[in-house]
């Protein structure tokens, strides 16, 4: 799916030709392209400018000598600017257009491409409409690692807006095939293989479905590689909350309950794209969440692959289930530090809102390098505490550990008790919020973000 297309161009905006040309304007200045452009057009852009006052996203569509010009509101952040450019291009009949470069032209191509990112593979009509953007005066290797990074990304996003009757674990799991051809190693263990390992606690949570569970175990090993990245994602195809039934308000982007999986499967896109230096392992427990009469039960124990017990006190809790044999296995693996990523609390939306994630670490050093990492990404992260004193709250009378914990502090108890299933410095993110967009946003329509996979590679590259 080529939405939009990204080319290197070496004339200049004033010289250069094209169907339309777009002109940045902030405050009613413009960038030094488009002051060549209103030399030449001697102070239109500016006198329009005057007159009309443009604020961020805004846009005015000039006929002049020089041929068509959109002047558009720049905001605070280019990549942002960069989004809402495309949407409003894709709006445009025009199928070309030389688009003025921004100071971070990195962050603007990565916009552009991320703000064009449609899901229409199930619509019966769908409208083909190829936009190329011509960028003079960018080099055509920065363009072609914002097209890497925007593959995984759009892989991510794709995966969380796949309806659950086609995304079955099973499906999730050929996705990960798919990255053999890129170089990446992908084992599938079934359901068979993931009891004869012990992972107990995500096998009670698959045991509602007719659809069966797959372990996902990924490595992108390149010769030379400096460093290790260990990397889980939570993978539930949908969450119906099983007997602790969801409300179907609470149920309806269920379907994303497999961003962090799909962020982990961006990122190893991504980074085989990019060819980076690292080793990176990958594990996805793949379930889904149901009611039968074969499913989970409120009081069950179950005895995780740690060899921990754990009482189940709400089967809405079952991200942390699945998580912890995950984590458990990416450790006996020989993990030297993980990063994990999960839509894993409706606590944290309420903590945070819908669009920073809450970061925990176990090692403060380590949680400070994924969020410096997230910052120079552009994704929104906010560090949280791993309080202690909350580990009471997940006391069972019967087991070692109880899946949930009381009212307050949702967030922070479900961290504590992923954090009881492993040793080495663990990174959570807990991305309930940023992972599905309600509405359209700066960056892309209502639905999957793809939130993490730029961070994760901003780790990666930093390592
Ligand atoms: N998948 C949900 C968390 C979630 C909520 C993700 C909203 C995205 C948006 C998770 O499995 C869940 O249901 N968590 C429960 C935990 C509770 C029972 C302790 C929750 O947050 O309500
Ligand atoms: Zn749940
Ligand atoms: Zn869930």
Redesign the pocket.
């Known amino acids: 799916m080529d939405v939009v297309t990204l080319r290197a161009v070496s004339t200049g905006l004033a010289e250069g030709q094209a169907p339309l040309k777009v002109v940045w304007a902030k405050e009613g200045v413009l960038l030094p392209q488009g002051e060549a452009l209103d030399a030449r057009l001697k102070g239109r852009l500016r006198q329009a400018l005057k007159e009309a006052g443009l604020k961020a996203g805004e846009s005015l569509l000039l006929y002049t000598e020089e041929g068509p010009v959109l002047l558009f509101g720049r905001g605070e952040d280019d990549r942002e600017s960069g989004g809402r450019l495309a949407q409003a291009l894709q709006r445009l009949a025009f199928p070309e257009a030389l688009v003025e470069p921004l100071e971070d032209a990195d962050a603007l191509a990565e916009g552009l491409l991320l703000g064009a990112y449609r899901f229409d593979r199930l619509k019966t009509k769908r409208e083909e409409k190829a936009l190329t953007l011509l960028l003079p005066g960018v080099s055509e290797a920065l363009l072609e690692r914002a097209r890497k990074v925007a593959e995984g990304v759009y892989l991510a996003r794709d995966l969380v807006n796949e309806p659950p009757n086609l995304l079955t674990p099973e499906a999730l799991a050929e996705r990960a095939l798919e990255l053999r051809a890129l170089g990446v190693e992908v084992e599938v263990l079934d359901e068979k293989a993931i009891a004869e390992l012990g992972m107990g606690a995500f096998l009670a949570v698959a045991q509602g479905s007719e659809n069966p569970p797959r372990f996902i175990c990924l490595r992108y090993a390149p010769e030379g590689a400096k460093a290790r990245l260990d990397l889980v994602g939570k993978g539930?195809t949908f969450?119906s909350?099983g007997y602790?039934l969801k409300p179907t308000e609470s149920m309806a982007?269920?379907k994303g309950?497999m961003a962090g999986a799909a962020a982990v499967l961006g990122a190893f896109k991504a980074v085989a794209l990019l060819g980076l230096p690292v080793e990176l392992r990958g594990y996805i427990a793949a379930c889904e969440n149901l009611v039968s009469g074969r499913a989970y039960r409120v009081g069950d124990v179950l005895k995780t692959l740690s060899g921990k017990t754990v009482e189940v006190m709400?089967t809405?809790?079952?991200?942390r289930l699945t998580l912890a044999d995950a984590l458990a296995y990416a450790e006996r693996e020989g993990a030297e530090r993980i990063l994990e990523l999960s839509?894993?609390?409706?606590?944290a939306?309420v903590a945070l809102g819908e669009e920073v994630a809450a970061l925990f670490a176990t090692e403060p050093s380590w949680g400070e390098r994924v969020r410096e990492a997230a910052e120079k990404a552009g994704e929104k992260v906010w560090p949280m505490p791993l309080e202690k004193a909350y580990r009471e709250k997940l006391k069972s009378p019967v087991a070692d550990l109880k899946n949930?914990g009381d009212r307050y502090g949702?967030a922070i108890a479900a961290a504590l008790f992923l954090a009881e299933f492993v040793q080495v410095p663990l990174v959570h993110l807990d991305i309930?919020g940023p992972a599905f967009a309600r509405k359209a946003h700066a960056l892309g329509p209502e639905g999957g973000t793809g939130f993490g996979v730029r961070t994760i590679l901003k780790v990666a590259e930093a390592l």
């Open positions: 539930l969450d909350g602790s982007t269920m309950d709400n809405d809790a079952e991200g839509t894993l609390t409706g606590a939306v949930v949702g309930a």
